[in-house]
């Protein structure tokens, strides 16, 4: 018999989530109701957030399945931002107890990467913008292993992988483009993904490591003097290649990562303690209306990214009602 679920559905420029409360799943079910959710004919998304009370020192606990890899994931950033405005929009903050005033509001997510805070800016009742604050999965991926990696006669930069976890590879446009003159890696086009393909295998060779996906990060500094507006993409291979689909999507994870790579690589002045950044998700060939811009605090040290905070600008409710699963 299936379950009659509550569920919000919100996107925050890449990720569409999709959240349900722990107590309307049956014990065991989560992973295989989750994935039904994300799958057609169903409402479809990216991710599930399961949400429950805390069992800790954070206000709501959350477990994320990932539609990519097919399982539970420790942390998605777009899922953060996505809770915030949930929280206050819908009847998830009520129903989890959570007192919501106008201004600012803090809430401590508990994530299997850690508690994750939240800071939620409402006037008239409506959500302003949404700031997640990302020290610990900065500390989760250090843990995991950080570092400068040569492929293919180029500098990439390892955040976090290893034959356990699929975290992020982080390429330098610039660097790309010098190796390889003719691509447009900001295009999917065959040759362009066909290239990336020959890297990402060769970086898994290298480490010999048999993952079945990698998720990645390509950047370019628009301004190398102040460094300051950033050129992003992200790819995740080989799930989307698809050449032809030139949307482009944020990641809240993957900018972190990126954060964490620009310092690994000094391109980031931490001199005074911490750097504000703009992202641009995609390219100029993308129209404005499709485009995420993120904001990027960082801090930290000259060899080591301490704490990091993001915020997207788009941040939408899709549908919210009742499904069964």
Not at 27 to 33: A, D, F, S, V, Y
Not at 155 to 181: A, M, Q, S
């Amino acid at each position: 018999m299936k379950q009659a679920l509550d569920f919000v559905k919100i996107h925050a420029g890449w990720d569409e989530c999709i959240f349900i409360y722990q107590d309307q799943v049956t014990k065991g079910q989560e992973l295989r109701t989750s994935l039904s959710l994300l799958r057609k004919p169903s409402i479809r998304g990216i991710e599930v957030g399961i949400l429950s009370p805390p069992e800790g020192a954070g206000d709501i606990h959350v477990r994320i399945v990932d539609d990519t890899s097919q399982g539970f994931i420790r942390m998605c950033g777009g899922l953060t931002q996505s809770i915030g405005k949930a929280i206050v929009e819908t009847h998830i903050g009520k129903r989890l107890g959570i007192r919501i005033v106008e201004g600012k509001n803090r809430v401590i997510l508990e994530t299997d990467a850690g508690l994750i805070p939240i800071e939620i800016e409402v006037k008239n009742g409506t959500v302003q913008k949404v700031v997640t604050e990302m020290s610990s999965y900065i500390a989760d991926c250090y843990g995991r292993g950080v570092g400068l990696v040569e492929v293919e006669g180029m500098t990439l930069v390892n955040v976090g992988i290893n034959e356990e976890e699929k975290e992020f590879l982080v390429l330098d446009v610039d660097e790309l483009t010098k190796r390889f003159p003719k691509i447009n890696f900001w295009t999917r086009e065959t040759a362009t993904l066909d290239t990336l393909e020959h890297i990402y295998r060769s970086f898994l060779d290298l480490h010999g490591m048999s993952l079945e996906f990698l998720y990645a990060v390509l950047y370019k500094l628009e301004n190398r003097e102040s460094k300051r507006t950033i050129r992003t993409v992200f790819r995740f291979f080989p799930w989307d290649y698809a050449p032809g689909d030139h949307l482009e999507y944020a990641c809240g994870t993957g900018t972190t990562a990126l954060g964490i790579a620009l310092c690994e690589r000094g391109q980031v002045d931490l001199s005074d303690g911490s750097e504000n950044l703009l992202l641009t998700v995609g390219g100029k060939h993308l129209p404005e209306a499709t485009r995420v811009k993120t904001q990027l605090t960082l801090e930290g040290t000259k060899d080591r990214i301490t704490g990091a905070w993001f915020s997207h600008d788009r941040i939408e409710l899709v549908a919210s009602g009742k499904v069964y699963a």
